[in-house]
T-cell receptor
Framework: GAGVSQSPSNKVTEKGKDVELRCDPI?????LYWYRQRLGQGLEFLIY????????KSGLPSDRFSAERTGESVSTLTIQRTQQEDSAVYLC??????????????FGPGTRLTVL | QQQVKQSPQSLIVQKGGISIINCAYE??????FPWYQQFPGKGPALLIA?????SEKKEGRFTISFNKSAKQFSLHIMDSQPGDSATYFC?????????????FGTGTRLKVLA
């Protein structure tokens, strides 16, 4: 079966432009996560979606970052007015329903964003 | 207090040797400790995980050792192989802040020489 897919795989943009990153989770996975991975650093939690519940946006670094998810399918992460410090790999993961159980998070290959 | 400190940053091991990666944490509320393996150009994949009610968990050549009193846990890769060359991340989570909120270490780049 298909895993988590992300597009584009690479994105180069100019400072100040908006970018949109897409994530297609594994079918049937109600939980979806976005992480940021800066060069040489660990994964940084950004946002979490679980079914129709309100998303946990506590990891978003600024109001330039936003994310949406349509039902239990595709999610898009939008970064407005990109800055050079936004350059990173953005990873999406999905899992079966979270809550108080530890369901494995399956990661996509990521989108490498470079802001010039 | 939410940090997970991982060491070493990089590691070179001969084929057949033992690779050891260490992580330390401060938050005693953490109750789930997964290790992820990431190959270049790929997303991380769960390798093995442990809960603090056991001191060791073994899956094939991979073993997690957990020391609750020292607030440390480590990954041991026995009989390391060139195919194990990857970046390894430890992580920690606690149910009170949401089981989905993993705090990741900064990663260890492992290279196993043939």
């Amino acid at each position: 079966g298909a895993g988590v897919s992300q597009s584009p795989s690479n994105k180069v943009t100019e400072k100040g432009k908006d970018v949109e990153l897409r994530c297609d989770p594994i079918s049937g996975h109600t939980a979806l996560y976005w992480y940021r991975q800066r060069l040489g650093q660990g994964l940084e939690f950004l946002i979490y979606f679980q079914g129709n519940s309100a998303p946990d946006k506590s990891g978003l670094p600024s109001d330039r970052f936003s994310a949406e998810r349509t039902g239990e399918s595709v999610s898009t992460l939008t970064i407005q007015r990109t800055q050079q410090e936004d350059s990173a790999v953005y990873l999406c993961a999905s899992s079966l329903a979270s809550g108080r159980s530890y369901n494995e998070q399956f990661f996509g290959p990521g989108t490498r964003l470079t802001v010039l | 207090q939410q940090q997970v400190k991982q060491s070493p940053q990089s590691l070179i091991v001969q084929k057949g040797g033992i690779s050891i990666i260490n992580c330390a944490y401060e938050n005693t509320a953490f109750d789930y400790f997964p290790w992820y393996q990431q190959f270049p150009g790929k997303g991380p994949a769960l390798l093995i995980a442990i809960r603090p009610d056991v001191s060791e968990k073994k899956e094939g050549r991979f073993t997690i050792s957990f020391n609750k009193s020292a607030k440390q846990f480590s990954l041991h890769i026995m009989d390391s192989q060139p195919g194990d060359s990857a970046t390894y991340f430890c992580a920690a989570s606690n149910a009170d802040s949401g089981t989905y909120k993993y705090i990741f270490g900064t990663g260890t780049r492992l290279k196993v020489l043939a």
